[in-house]
């Protein structure tokens, strides 16, 4: 089993130390081997899964099912909760963004994002992004580390007792998008195995069909996401039609420039299922990206693969100090409409979350907030 971990021995020195192993981030065989290292029968690790991903419980204290005695060596030895919240922002449009730290102080964001229909939760695979995307603020922290798979589990979990209550059922579906801080792909190994913990019947059953992880462009991974039989859906950052553009905005264009990235998303479109499409992102930067000539541009590239597609166009969002703007509404509705005219399927995000700096792009660790904002601080 990877990273069973060093015990935190001697806490109470104040020193830092690797973080005992965390139980959210182990799968359901990963955890009952570790149970059975303990001399505990199997069915132990089943009450602890459903402890944990089931019933939402933050600390062994609440399993009162299991004998306060193994509670006690599982306080000792191991974790569930090692994310604590530092800042919970509200938004005028119900959007909420937590901001954590882990154990070693480093930043984690996620975003609650209610809708009529479902619920969509937005977590972060990396603290800080190395990539550096010039019209992102989370490029500005640079990478401090990846996240453990339990840090990715540990942000819905939270998430989803701070919506609707410890343990509580979501009253609507609830859909995962891996479009947080950082560069899923350049995490991959913790990113899957925290969709594969999430997915588990006995547990937060989030099934891979409801998660849509979103890459940069890290092309050796596209392919191999297309052969993990059930995998998320793919989302695709373009942000610009052509090299010369895309190299300036977004640097990792140099490595992977748009004509080996497209090709990866011709091989992936193979593993894609009946009505499945993959989805591009095209954040709208005014007179940067936004022009009638540049929608030309991008439908003829992406007609030059002919790819089972769609794009989603997203107005930038506020992110001093950089030098962008969003397109006007109307510009984005012109540049949707080329689209269209030429046959790729077009749509306009609507911004969520903007007032207390949860949209896309506007993830840097701020505890800083809009007056407007209601903030509590934990
Ligand atoms: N690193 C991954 C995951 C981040 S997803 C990726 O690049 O896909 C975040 C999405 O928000 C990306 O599509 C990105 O292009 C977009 N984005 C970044 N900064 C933005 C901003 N200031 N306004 C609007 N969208 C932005």
């Not at 009529?116 to 640079?142: H, K």
């Not at 052509?242 to 992977?256: A, C, S």
């Not at 703007?325 to 399927?345: C, D, N, Q």
């Amino acid at each position: 089993m990877a990273n069973t971990g060093v015990r935190i021995k001697g806490k109470e020195l104040g020193m830092e130390f690797e973080p005992s192993i965390n139980l959210t981030g182990l799968t359901a065989n990963e955890l009952t081997t570790f149970v059975c290292s303990l001399g505990e029968p199997a069915y132990r690790a089943r009450q602890i899964f459903a402890g944990v991903h089931d019933r939402r419980l933050r600390s062994f204290a609440d399993m009162t099912d299991l004998p306060s005695e193994l509670r006690g060596r599982l306080t000792d030895q191991s974790a569930v909760a090692t994310l604590k919240v530092e800042s919970r922002y509200v938004s005028t449009d119900g959007t909420r963004r937590y901001l954590f730290k882990t154990h070693d102080n480093r930043p984690v964001e996620t975003v609650f994002i209610p809708e009529e229909r479902r619920d969509t939760i937005c977590f972060s695979s990396q603290s800080g992004c190395p990539l550096q995307c010039t019209f992102c603020l989370t490029a500005q922290l640079g990478l401090l580390r990846n996240l453990t798979a339990g840090e990715i589990v540990e942000q819905v979990i939270f998430a989803l007792n701070d919506a609707y209550g410890v343990g509580v059922k979501p009253p609507r579906g609830t859909n995962l998008v891996g479009m947080g801080a950082g560069e899923p792909f350049l995490n991959f190994d913790a990113l899957i195995k925290a969709i594969r913990i999430m997915a588990e019947p006995s547990g937060l059953h989030i099934v891979p069909n409801r998660v849509t992880v979103s890459t940069a462009g890290i092309v050796p991974r596209i392919l191999e996401l297309a052969a993990i039989p059930d995998r998320p859906h793919l989302a695709v950052s373009l942000a610009a039609p052509n090299d010369e553009l895309r190299d300036e905005l977004m640097p990792i264009n140099k490595k992977w420039p748009l004509r080996e990235l497209l090709s990866a998303c011709k091989e992936f479109e193979r593993s894609l299922r009946p009505n499945e499409r993959m989805t591009f992102e095209y954040v709208m930067l005014a007179d940067v990206n936004d022009a009638d000539e540049q929608a030309r541009q991008l439908a003829n590239l992406l007609n030059r693969y002919d790819l089972r597609a769609k794009v989603n166009l997203i107005p930038h969002n506020q992110a001093e100090p950089l030098p962008y703007h969003p397109s006007p509404p109307a510009r984005v509705e012109t540049f949707r409409e080329i689209l269209e005219s030429k046959g790729i399927h077009a749509f306009v995000r609507r911004p969520r979350g903007r007032d207390i700096l949860a949209a896309c792009g506007q993830l840097a660790a701020r505890s800083q907030a809009h007056p407007s904002q209601q903030s509590d601080n934990f």
